[in-house]
């Protein structure tokens, strides 16, 4: 019996380990690849905007089934363009910047150049100062404007006319004049504004006041060795020139025209005044005798007279 009893525990312990070595156990689930991106593409490679203005910019990563498709956004000139997390571009001011996203996973990158433009302010109104302006011919002079707003887009444009050569930024000069003078309005623009200046320009007229007269540009005078003639810049052309016809010196100052002379051995010139200063003109003495010309400038437009020298 004590055999038999053995003899079965044996067995019962040997059909136990068959079973234990036959179970399987079960296998952990698989992670799933990683895929990584390869690159990111925005839809635009340029912009353009105004001030003020937004735009947002979509970026896509590939492949569409990569693993990671997070990105960033930067732009490298805030001042004139911010963008956010999701693409949105802000105009801030005029000016070119560079917006870039880039893929968390793998640094790819991509970029949009971003032009802002100014935003359009239009003028509603305009001044010119001063309001009426008197040249002589060739002489330079300027005259303002003031736009409103004043943070206004809208470009001051200043004409040319017949009479005058527009230097830009309200500098004109006043062409050569034949025969007479000539008076009329300036008109300035900006954008719809408009504004009128009057303007006078006057020929190089001398007027001789000894003879209350104008001396004809070529004109001939003859002087004795020794005296001195003089000779102011007139508005008015013809006989009867008294001084209230004279050019006042704050139309034309001293340093607005010079003088010389052919023969400053027969005759020399200078400047002079008169009426206590208030008018300017050219001074002539005669030296010896024979001839010379005498030639008065201002700007790029001379005039001339021959003065003959005589003996006593």
Same mark, same amino acid.
């Given at each position: 019996?004590?055999?038999?009893?053995?003899?079965?525990?044996?067995?019962?312990?040997?059909?136990?380990?068959?079973?234990s070595c036959g179970k399987?156990?079960?296998?952990?689930?698989?992670?799933?690849?990683?895929?990584?991106?390869?690159?990111?593409?925005?839809?635009?490679?340029?912009?353009?905007?105004?001030?003020?203005?937004?735009?947002?910019?979509?970026?896509?990563?590939?492949?569409?089934?990569?693993?990671?498709?997070?990105?960033?956004?930067?732009?490298?000139?805030?001042?004139?363009?911010?963008?956010?997390?999701?693409?949105?571009?802000?105009?801030?001011?005029?000016?070119?910047?560079?917006?870039?996203?880039?893929?968390?996973?793998?640094?790819?990158?991509?970029?949009?150049?971003?032009?802002?433009?100014?935003?359009?302010?239009?003028?509603?109104?305009?001044?010119?100062?001063?309001?009426?302006?008197?040249?002589?011919?060739?002489?330079?002079?300027?005259?303002?404007?003031? !736009?409103?707003?004043?943070?206004?887009?809208?470009? !001051?444009?200043?004409?040319?006319?017949?009479?005058?050569?527009?230097?830009?930024?309200?500098?004109?000069?006043?062409?050569?004049?034949?025969?007479?003078?000539?008076?009329?309005?300036?008109? !300035?623009?900006?954008?719809?504004?408009?504004?009128?200046?009057?303007?006078?320009?006057?020929?190089?007229?001398?007027?001789?006041?000894?003879?209350?007269?104008?001396?004809?540009?070529?004109?001939?005078?003859?002087?004795?060795?020794?005296?001195?003639?003089?000779?102011y810049f007139s508005k008015?052309?013809?006989?009867?020139?008294?001084?209230?016809?004279?050019?006042?010196?704050?139309?034309?100052?001293?340093?607005?025209?010079?003088?010389?002379?052919?023969?400053?051995?027969?005759?020399?010139?200078?400047?002079?005044?008169?009426?206590?200063?208030?008018?300017?003109?050219?001074?002539?003495?005669?030296?010896?005798?024979?001839?010379?010309?005498?030639?008065?400038?201002?700007?790029?437009?001379?005039?001339t007279m021959t003065i003959?020298?005589?003996?006593?």
């Open positions: 019996m004590k055999k038999t009893a053995l003899a079965f525990m044996a067995l019962a312990m040997a059909v136990l380990s068959i079973t399987t156990e079960p296998k952990e689930p698989e992670k799933p690849a990683t895929i990584k991106v390869t690159g990111v593409t925005l839809d635009r490679q340029t912009l353009e905007i105004t001030e003020g203005e937004t735009f947002a910019l979509t970026a896509t990563a590939a492949p569409s089934n990569a693993t990671d498709k997070s990105l960033t956004w930067s732009s490298n000139t805030t001042a004139v363009a911010t963008v956010d997390g999701n693409g949105k571009v802000i105009a801030v001011k005029a000016g070119d910047a560079t917006v870039t996203v880039t893929t968390k996973d793998g640094g790819k990158t991509a970029t949009c150049k971003v032009t802002v433009k100014e935003k359009s302010i239009p003028a509603t109104g305009l001044k010119v100062e001063p309001s009426s302006i008197t040249f002589v011919e060739g002489q330079t002079k300027s005259l303002k404007a003031t !736009v409103t707003p004043s943070n206004s887009t809208d470009e !001051v444009i200043w004409p040319s006319s017949t009479y005058l050569t527009s230097n830009g930024g309200g500098s004109y000069t006043a062409k050569k004049l034949d025969p007479n003078y000539v008076g009329f309005n300036l008109e !300035v623009t900006a954008g719809s504004a408009s504004a009128k200046a009057s303007v006078m320009v006057y020929p190089m007229w001398f007027s001789d006041p000894t003879t209350n007269r104008i001396i004809a540009d070529g004109a001939t005078k003859e002087i004795t060795k020794g005296d001195m003639s003089t000779f008015k052309k013809g006989l009867d020139v008294t001084m209230n016809d004279y050019i006042e010196k704050e139309i034309l100052p001293a340093e607005d025209f010079s003088v010389s002379s052919s023969n400053s051995g027969v005759a020399t010139v200078d400047k002079t005044t008169i009426g206590g200063g208030e008018y300017n003109g050219i001074k002539i003495i005669g030296i010896e005798a024979g001839t010379a010309t005498i030639t008065v400038t201002i700007g790029s437009v001379s005039r003959r020298v005589n003996q006593k």
